[in-house]
């Protein structure tokens, strides 16, 4: 993880010290702080990468679904709560996954495409599930400040040497050994966290009667790719140092499983099948119709082409694929789903209500297509169908309290009511979940101006307020 402390430390450090050469000097410092940085990206590349650059983040309600369920049991026998951790999708073709900001399991989409079958994923999940099991985020985050302290040595011992020699380029050559010497020994520790990780989660896969056959398939995948140019190597082996002793020991442990020859019901199996058709089909629309072509009459297969062709624009070879994978299971809610998002992105906003409706009545827990119900009612402009929105948005808040796009929902739905008091209380609940205090903190004040005092809403923009004020919650 790279903090901005360390940067401004580094920064102190430099400016107390004159360096003869100056502006050779200051570039050569700029590329120290940079070596730095990078180094420190790299130890924790992954929460690294989820601070300081955009990831783009998907949701949808199937794949969640299916990811969760592979990983309750696995949460379970690690005794975390299942319901604590939350499960993220980052729409990024680099096959990664990693667990960060607490108990929160990033899984990329290219990792989901990139595994052969459920095993393989769940392999992974055990293995994540194995780092915030040992305290991993917490002693690695020591790990990378002991390696942070160390470059920050090098880098005065290089200061010291560019005065006395009065050429700036000693400073660079000297710092920059330093820093290997920081990396090099950051990675021996992540090394051993891995391998942490790898036993926790094949004990994990064990309990849940689940062959780590598939874990070990994945890395040795992983590992296939040694020889190619670090560009070209998935970022899961740079962000979770890959070694043959650990292939062996998971090797090792699998021989020596009673659980080898387990496999997952067929069910299972189908439910991944149709995971990766979907992804593939959403993102690579292209790929898919390739994939799986006409005459392949699963359901994966025909899932993927339909997602494929609207993805294309092509509605009218979508919409047909679509209601038949509904005429052959009439209980899948998700199938619906699929058909009112298609209708109502194409502005079929009437038609769209019924498919919605009928996913929320197959699965009313998922605060998911409750939202897509919502949008699609409050899209219509038809005031008749406010309170059927504010309805299904009240139950999608509670389970997904801190989602700015269902807040504005919201906010559109009580306007529609012209409720001044509740849109400006909405508003405050939007800002929150979007880390803007100061907005926050001005929505809040004006909705306890305009709603009853004491009045549910009065009083969680009283909270707001008080949370948007609170200092110590600024960086």
């Known amino acids: 993880m790279c903090r901005r402390f360390d940067v401004v430390k580094a920064d102190s450090l430099l400016n107390s010290v004159t360096v003869s050469?100056?502006?050779?000097?200051?570039?050569?410092?700029?590329?120290?702080?940079?070596?730095?940085?990078?180094?420190?990206?790299?130890?924790?590349?992954?929460?690294?990468?989820n601070r300081g650059q955009k990831l783009d983040?998907?949701?949808?309600?199937?794949?969640?679904?299916?990811?969760?369920?592979?990983?309750?049991?696995?949460?379970?026998?690690?005794?975390?709560?299942?319901?604590?951790?939350?499960?993220?999708?980052?729409?990024?073709?680099?096959?990664?996954?990693?667990?960060?900001?607490?108990q929160n399991l990033f899984i990329h989409t290219g990792l989901l495409m990139e595994c052969d079958n459920p095993e393989q994923l769940i392999g992974v999940i055990a293995h994540e599930s194995g780092h915030i099991v040992g305290g991993h985020l917490f002693r690695g985050r020591d790990a990378m400040e002991n390696a942070s302290a160390e470059a920050m040595v090098a880098m005065v011992l290089g200061l010291g040497a560019a005065v006395l020699s009065g050429q700036g380029g000693a400073m660079g050559a000297i710092g920059l050994g330093g820093t290997d010497v920081a990396?090099?020994?950051?990675?021996?520790?992540?090394?051993?966290?891995?391998?942490?990780?790898?036993?926790?989660?094949?004990?994990?896969?064990?309990?849940?009667?689940?062959?780590?056959?598939?874990?070990?398939?994945?890395?040795?995948?992983?590992?296939?790719?040694?020889?190619?140019p670090t560009s070209h190597q998935a970022s899961y082996?740079?962000?979770?140092?890959?070694?043959?002793e650990r292939i062996d020991a998971v090797s090792y442990h699998l021989q020596h499983s009673p659980w080898k020859n387990s496999h997952l019901p067929a069910g299972d199996v189908e439910q991944f099948s149709r995971l990766k058709a979907k992804l593939i089909g959403f993102m690579r629309p292209g790929?898919?119709?390739?994939?799986?072509?006409?005459?392949?009459?699963?359901?994966?297969?025909?899932?993927?082409?339909?997602?494929?062709?609207?993805?294309q624009g092509d509605l009218r070879n979508a919409l047909p694929m679509i209601d038949a994978l509904i005429a052959q299971e009439p209980r899948n809610p998700f199938f619906y789903e699929l058909k009112g998002q298609v209708l109502m992105e194409n502005r079929r906003?009437?038609?769209?209500?019924?498919?919605?409706?009928?996913?929320?009545?197959?699965?009313?827990?998922?605060?998911l297509l409750r939202g897509s119900l919502a949008q699609a009612l409050i899209e219509t402009n038809n005031p008749a169908y406010t309170d059927e929105a504010l309805k299904h948005l009240d139950f999608a808040t509670r389970q997904e309290h801190d989602a700015p796009p269902l807040w504005r929902l919201v906010a559109t739905a009580w306007g529609r009511k012209k409720n001044d008091g509740m849109v400006?209380?909405?508003?405050?609940?939007?800002?929150?979940?979007?880390?803007d205090r100061a907005a926050a903190r001005f929505h809040s004040e004006h909705a306890e101006k305009l709603l009853p005092r004491g009045s549910p809403g009065w009083l969680r923009a009283a909270d707001i307020r008080a949370v948007a004020e609170d200092k110590r919650g600024e960086r």
């Open 57 to 102: 983040f998907i949701r949808d309600a199937e794949i969640e679904h299916i990811i969760r369920n592979y990983a309750r049991p696995i949460f379970k026998v690690a005794g975390i709560d299942p319901e604590a951790v939350e499960i993220v999708l980052v729409k990024d073709d680099s096959v990664n996954a990693f667990v960060a900001g607490g």
């Open 183 to 228: 990396m090099r020994n950051y990675l021996a520790f992540s090394r051993g966290q891995e391998a942490s990780a790898d036993q926790a989660g094949l004990t994990f896969l064990d309990r849940i009667h689940v062959s780590s056959q598939g874990f070990s398939d994945f890395l040795q995948k992983l590992s296939n790719q040694e020889l190619m």
């Open 21 to 49: 050469g100056g502006n050779r000097a200051g570039g050569t410092v700029a590329s120290l702080l940079l070596a730095l940085v990078l180094i420190l990206g790299a130890a924790g590349a992954a929460v690294a990468q």
């Open 349 to 367: 906003l009437e038609e769209s209500l019924v498919p919605y409706r009928k996913s929320v009545e197959l699965l009313p827990d998922s605060a």
């Open 424 to 435: 400006a209380y909405a508003l405050a609940e939007e800002a929150l979940a979007r880390g």
């Open 287 to 311: 790929v898919a119709l390739r994939r799986y072509p006409a005459d392949n009459p699963s359901v994966a297969a025909r899932y993927a082409r339909a997602v494929a062709f609207y993805q």
């Open 237 to 244: 082996t740079r962000t979770h140092p890959l070694t043959r």
